[in-house]
């Protein structure tokens, strides 16, 4: 079946703009995951969405960044007014439960000018 | 910090040779996963071991997990120049957030 896609795939941004990434999970999976990859780093929490709660939203690193999912499927991460520190690859990850091995789509590759 | 730190940060070996990565966490753990990755982008799922487990295999991957020494390893046998790629243990703490959180990684380079 389809994986977990996401787009764009590659994202270049002027320093101060709005950006939307989008992550399709896998069908029927509850569990929605956000990461952020530098480069050379290994992955950063970001926020987790689980059904209907409320999402742990304990790893964005300040209140420019922000997430919803919306139906309990589609997810949107927003990174308002951004700044050349937020340039990473951007991974989101579903699973179909939590504490279940999570599938991650291909990342989309964000450049802030 | 880190939850998951592996070890060697990079490794090159010939190909046919085995190739072992160590993890060491620092809290309990629900669960410990393996992932790979290349070419910097996305991760595929590898293998996942529960703490009330010691080791598993998956093909030519061998996982072992100790719980006492919060370490894991994986060992790759009979390595193949398609298994070049970045390397990463990832853990959920038990009974918190199931977030993973990731180690650095190892780099992995097998040489024809």
């Known amino acids: 079946g389809a994986g977990v896609s996401q787009s764009p795939s590659n994202k270049v941004t002027e320093k101060g703009k709005d950006v939307e990434l989008r992550c399709d999970p896998i069908?029927?999976?509850?569990?929605l995951y956000w990461y952020r990859q530098s480069l050379g780093q290994g992955l950063e929490f970001l926020i987790y969405?689980?059904?209907?709660?409320?999402?742990?939203k304990s790893g964005l690193p300040s209140d420019r960044f922000s997430a919803e999912r919306t139906g309990g499927s589609v997810s949107t991460l927003t990174i308002q007014r951004t700044q050349q520190e937020d340039s990473a690859v951007y991974l989101c990850a579903s699973s179909l439960e939590a504490e279940y091995e999570q599938y991650f789509g291909p990342g989309t590759r964000l450049t802030v000018t | 910090s880190q939850q998951g730190e592996e070890d060697p940060q990079a490794l090159s070996i010939q190909e046919g040779e085995n190739a072992t990565m160590n993890c060491s966490y620092k809290?309990?753990?629900?669960?410990l996963q393996w992932y790979r990755q290349n070419s910097g982008r996305g991760l595929v799922h590898l293998i996942l071991?529960?703490?009330?487990?010691r080791e598993k295999h998956s093909g030519r991957l061998r996982v072992t997990l100790d719980t006492s020494k919060k370490s894991s390893s994986l060992l790759i046998t009979a390595s193949r120049a398609a298994d070049t790629a970045s390397y990463f243990c990832?853990?959920?703490?038990?009974?918190?957030?199931?977030?993973?959180?990731f180690g650095q990684g190892t780099r992995l380079t097998i040489n024809p």
């Open positions: 069908s029927g999976h509850t569990a």
């Open positions: 990832a853990t959920d703490a038990f009974q918190g957030a199931q977030k993973l959180v």
């Open positions: 071991i529960r703490s009330n487990e």
């Open positions: 809290t309990s753990i629900n669960n």
């Open positions: 969405f689980q059904g209907n709660s409320a999402p742990d």
